[in-house]
């Protein structure tokens, strides 16, 4: 993977998890990053603590309101001065079976993990077009492509994210801006980990490579993605065969 010291990415929802991982592979190959945390800050600032290298920065931005993303951005060009590339991860999850969701369980999803994507784009694009470069990298999921019982809500964001990856990448290429999804199947991280082994045997058995994923494959896939200058529309999947 080749040096990634001229690029200057903005990373949602990387206090933890796989964001958390994307934001330090990144700096190991000398990206300067900005993690950015909703709420609490105690996790991004281990996060932030933890990254290689100087100059990161470290910010406060709710992605469900346009008005703190703008400023989360206006902090970053005067950080930085440049945008290179949006990695939008920040996502949850509210589980529930179809007939028993609330309104507010679905709204919430889809507000967080699908208009997320949609504003934090949306105001990135507005520099990388000024620049006439720049990547956007939005995080999926493999339950897109395959549904999963109980997500309805959060299936059918990442499965927005899709479509709006494909029409952004259309709208923005001719300011070559290149936009693309990776969507991770079952990956390691603190959510499989409260599952017994009964349930994680469950859900190795149904992947051809009989395994789990770990953060550090997703990170490995933007950190290509970066370095890539002819690909754009694109869903990676990285799931172990689950879904081909």
Same mark, same amino acid.
Do not use: W
């Given at each position: 993977? &080749?040096n990634?010291? +001229?690029k200057?990415?903005? !990373?949602?929802?990387?206090s933890?998890?796989?964001?958390a ?6 700096a &190991?190959l000398?990206a300067k990053?900005a993690?950015?945390? /909703?709420?609490? /800050? ?7 603590? /933890?990254?290689?290298g ?10 469900t309101?346009?008005?703190? !993303?703008?400023?989360? #951005? +206006?902090? #970053?060009?005067?950080h930085f001065?440049?945008? /290179?590339a949006l990695?939008n991860n920040?996502g949850i999850?509210k589980?529930?079976l179809l007939l ?6 679905? +709204?919430?999803?889809?507000?967080t993990?699908?208009?997320?994507? #949609?504003?934090c ?5 507005k520099y990388m077009i &000024?620049a006439?470069q720049?990547? $956007?990298i939005?995080?999926?999921s493999?339950?897109? *492509?395959?549904?999963? %019982?109980?997500q309805?809500?959060?299936?059918a964001s990442?499965?927005? $994210?899709?479509g709006?990856t494909?029409?952004m990448?259309?709208e ?5 801006i290149?936009v693309n999804?990776?969507?991770p ?7 499989t ?7 994680v *045997?469950?859900?190795?058995?149904r992947i %051809?490579?009989? &395994?789990?994923g770990?953060?550090? +494959?997703?990170?490995e896939?933007v950190?290509?993605?970066l370095?890539?200058?002819? !690909?754009?529309?694109?869903?990676i999947?990285?799931?172990g065969?689950?879904?081909?």
């Amino acid at each position: 993977m &080749k040096n990634l010291k +001229d690029k200057y990415i903005m !990373i949602t929802g990387s206090s933890r998890g796989i964001g958390a991982t994307i934001a330090q592979h990144l700096a &190991k190959l000398e990206a300067k990053v900005a993690i950015t945390y /909703s709420s609490s /800050s105690d996790s991004a600032q281990q996060v932030f603590q /933890s990254l290689e290298g100087k100059e990161h920065l470290l910010l406060q931005m709710d992605v469900t309101n346009s008005e703190s !993303i703008k400023n989360a #951005f +206006d902090k #970053f060009m005067e950080h930085f001065s440049t945008l /290179s590339a949006l990695v939008n991860n920040a996502g949850i999850t509210k589980d529930g079976l179809l007939l028993r969701m609330q309104d507010k369980d679905f +709204d919430s999803v889809l507000k967080t993990n699908l208009y997320g994507n #949609f504003y934090c784009a949306r105001e990135a694009a507005k520099y990388m077009i &000024k620049a006439r470069q720049g990547h $956007i990298i939005n995080i999926s999921s493999v339950v897109a *492509q395959i549904g999963n %019982p109980g997500q309805a809500n959060y299936v059918a964001s990442k499965a927005g $994210i899709e479509g709006l990856t494909r029409t952004m990448a259309n709208e923005l290429a001719g300011r070559n801006i290149q936009v693309n999804a990776i969507a991770p199947g079952f990956i390691k991280t603190n959510m499989t980990e409260q599952l017994n082994v009964k349930q994680v *045997q469950a859900i190795t058995d149904r992947i %051809p490579l009989k &395994k789990l994923g770990h953060p550090q +494959d997703i990170a490995e896939t933007v950190a290509f993605l970066l370095s890539s200058s002819y !690909i754009t529309g694109q869903v990676i999947s990285v799931n172990g065969g689950l879904a081909m």
